[in-house]
């Protein structure tokens, strides 16, 4: 399997979290839209990681880590994506922080009361939309 098959596999699981959190959000069910989002970027970094490096992506869920991993790899900075990349990286930073705020552990180290959880209809389609666009963004730097 290429690097860029890997990708397309990524690519589709990140399109399916992503209109999975489009649904929860018209269904009103909002307290998972957040994840989905955040595992939709995450799923797009991992899919990008391994089509420009060749590496499989480390087994994480920190976004901006995925991102710095990307901007580290001298194979992708050659190409003129991978510089776009590192330059306009830094705009979405603040959002990929952000979207980190709202992954979901369910480890028993990590508990937090149930009503935490819960995000208003506002938060939820603010966070879809950026994810969308951020989404978007991400999709611009694939070639095959």
Known sequence: MTGYEKYEH???LAKYDVETAKILLDAKRY??????CQQSIERMLKGM???????EASKT??????????????EFLEKESGKRFRDEKDDKEEFMVDLMFYYMS??????????ERF????V???LY??????????????TD
């Open 119 to 122: 995000i208003e209809e506002k």
């Open 106 to 115: 369910d480890y028993p180290f990590s508990y937090k009361k149930f009503s």
């Open 10 to 12: 990524w690519l589709t």
């Open 61 to 74: 869920h920190n976004i901006p880590f995925l991102a710095n991993k990307l901007t580290q790899n001298n």
């Open 124 to 126: 939820a389609a603010e």
């Open 49 to 55: 990681f391994v089509c420009h490096t060749g590496k």
């Open 31 to 36: 307290s998972y839209v957040p994840a989905l």
């Open 129 to 142: 939309n950026n994810s969308i666009k951020l989404l978007e963004w991400l999709e611009s730097f694939q």
